[in-house]
């Protein structure tokens, strides 16, 4: 099953997708796609890495998301991806201007045939007001059409909002 698990900032979206990996049974693949470009977010890092189960397989992939699903996608291995909008920062802050959309792209197709369980969380950044920086407007936009197209993809998607989750397609776990 292909899981969507959208929520704000600190909404409890992440808390909610390692209780589900640990649900389903399954040998678990942390895919992080965070990169320690400053302190805040190294320890950040240091932080997620801690309440991890130590006997959780991590990856850390900042950019080549479909390669590293098809690399670790199994069937009874469990893949919680987290998350998207850093993924998506990554990509749009590359040089190659066009490789958000090739790795995209390559996202959307792999995915309908990945065996196993994958859980995919991101933020949802779409209900505030319009960002006034051109940069920010761009993130924004394809936050939401990614969002939109993953959805597609997905046997559930939940949306996160303090700790409690509501299923917008598919059943609660």
């Known amino acids: 099953m292909r899981s969507l698990i ?100 390559a996202l959307l197709n792999v995915l309908p045939d990945l065996p196993g369980d994958i859980l995919l969380v991101s933020n949802e950044v779409g209900l505030g007001v319009v960002p006034m920086g051109e940069l920010s407007r761009r993130f924004v936009d394809e936050a939401g059409r990614l969002h939109q197209a993953l959805a597609t993809h997905c046997e559930r998607v939940l949306f996160v909002a303090a700790g409690l989750p509501l299923a917008l397609k598919g059943t609660l776990p």
């Open 6 to 105: 959208l929520g704000g900032a600190r909404s409890g979206k992440s808390a909610l997708a390692e209780r589900m990996a640990m649900a389903s049974g399954s040998d678990v693949v942390y895919l992080a796609t965070a990169q320690a470009l400053d302190e805040e977010m190294a320890a950040r890092i240091a932080h997620h890495r801690a309440q991890r189960p130590k006997y959780w397989h991590s990856v850390e992939e900042p950019l080549a998301l479909a390669d590293a699903l098809l690399a670790h996608a199994r069937q009874g291995r469990c893949v919680l991806v987290d998350c998207l909008t850093l993924w998506l920062s990554n990509a749009l802050g590359e040089t190659d201007t066009q490789r958000y959309v090739r790795e995209r792209d």
